[in-house]
């Protein structure tokens, strides 16, 4: 089991910058890929940005504006969010597979982007 601790989220002005942590724990050997998934109400949860093997993914709605990044020592994965934007507000999700194919979320954080 691997469990998902997340932080950093809030309320920011269009343009601010946020930073999201997710803290993992216990079988974390076992973890495959990191990643951010998104849902801002009544729409679905939607992939942000994943990291895998030392390779990024990303949606094309946060290119250049976020980074995804990992400390394995530390087994937390970072959203570095720069340039928001209202369209930007939603709960975000830490999501973790381990090499099981198992799934595990986050309890998710809000971020609000509104002047």
């Known amino acids: 089991q691997v469990q998902l601790v997340e932080s950093g989220g809030g309320s920011v002005q269009p343009g601010g910058s946020l930073r999201l942590s997710c803290a993992a724990s216990?079988?974390?050997?076992?973890?495959?890929?990191m990643g951010w998934y998104r849902q801002a109400p009544g729409k679905q949860r939607d992939l942000v940005a994943r990291i895998f093997s030392g390779s990024t993914d990303y949606a094309d709605s946060v290119k250049g504006r976020f980074t995804i990044s990992r400390d394995n020592a530390k087994n937390t994965v970072y959203l570095q969010m720069n340039s928001l934007k209202p369209e930007d507000t939603a709960v975000y999700y830490c999501h973790v597979v381990d090499g099981f194919s198992r799934n595990y979320w986050g309890q998710g954080t809000q971020v609000t982007v509104s002047s």
């Open positions: 216990g079988r974390t050997s076992s973890i495959y890929y």
